[in-house]
């Protein structure tokens, strides 16, 4: 009966989000896939959430995470929710909307896999077998693996519009809220891609 489970339930995905908190940038959600059964799952020892992990070592597992991935051992995709939608329709709405659209580039059966989520998220209504874990991304290695997927997508966005947007330091904080984020927003104003509903309390009137 477990093997014929098994069977039918062709993937297991870990899903998780990362820069909910930032002042500026997109908020970013991520997903990974692996078949039920499939040898790689009993290799993810030593996988820990990206919090826990260097910037060097998330960028080692992300480069396996490819590697996996080209040799068609698991499935991955992030998606990013930009900072004028985080304005407009809220931080929760914004992280709904990445988290839809990364788990539905994976391109699995809604009906015949298994989400473990981090936190808070909720996948799509269609997928009926879905678990929220407080903590997942410390206890799920699949969840761990997303965590990585979506930290380093973002920082590696950040670091793109840290060169549209000098000035700020975004490559070295990545938009969350340092002093010297705080300082140089007071002192240039706001830009394009800063959220203006999280800056509000001391921003200048201005923006770039």
Request: proline share 3%.
């Given at each position: 009966?477990?093997?014929?489970?098994?069977?039918?339930?062709?993937?297991?995905?870990?899903?998780?989000?990362?820069?909910?908190?930032?002042?500026?940038?997109?908020?970013?959600?991520?997903?990974?896939?692996?078949?039920?059964?499939?040898?790689?799952?009993?290799?993810?020892?030593?996988?820990?959430?990206?919090?826990?992990?260097?910037?060097?070592?998330?960028?080692?597992?992300?480069?396996?995470?490819?590697?996996?991935?080209?040799?068609?051992?698991?499935?991955?995709?992030?998606?990013?929710?930009?900072?004028?939608?985080?304005?407009?329709?809220?931080?929760?709405?914004?992280?709904?909307?990445?988290?839809?659209?990364?788990?539905?580039?994976?391109?699995?059966?809604?009906?015949?896999?298994?989400?473990?989520?981090?936190?808070?998220?909720?996948?799509?209504?269609?997928?009926?077998?879905?678990?929220?874990?407080?903590?997942?991304?410390?206890?799920v290695r699949l969840i761990a693996l997303a965590s990585i997927v979506a930290k380093v997508s973002r920082d590696r966005r950040m670091r793109l519009l840290a060169k549209q947007y000098p000035g700020y330091g975004l490559e070295v904080h990545k938009g969350y809220g340092s002093r010297a984020h705080?300082?140089?927003?007071?002192?240039?104003?706001?830009?394009?891609?800063?959220?203006?509903?999280?800056?509000?309390?001391?921003?200048?009137?201005?923006?770039?």
């Open positions: 009966m477990q093997a014929l489970y098994t069977l039918l339930m062709h993937y297991i995905l870990g899903v998780d989000e990362a820069g909910r908190g930032p002042l500026a940038g997109p908020v970013t959600v991520a997903a990974v896939a692996v078949r039920a059964g499939h040898p790689l799952l009993s290799r993810l020892r030593g996988i820990r959430d990206s919090k826990q992990l260097s910037e060097r070592q998330r960028e080692m597992w992300f480069a396996r995470i490819r590697e996996w991935s080209t040799r068609g051992e698991l499935l991955y995709a992030a998606s990013f929710t930009s900072a004028s939608v985080i304005d407009q329709r809220g931080i929760v709405r914004a992280v709904a909307v990445a988290l839809t659209r990364a788990i539905r580039r994976l391109e699995v059966s809604p009906t015949h896999s298994r989400v473990m989520l981090d936190g808070s998220l909720s996948a799509p209504k269609e997928f009926t077998n879905q678990r929220t874990i407080i903590g997942g991304d410390e206890k705080i300082a140089a927003i007071r002192r240039r104003g706001l830009s394009l891609i800063h959220r203006r509903s999280f800056c509000s309390s001391f921003t200048k009137k201005r923006s770039t």
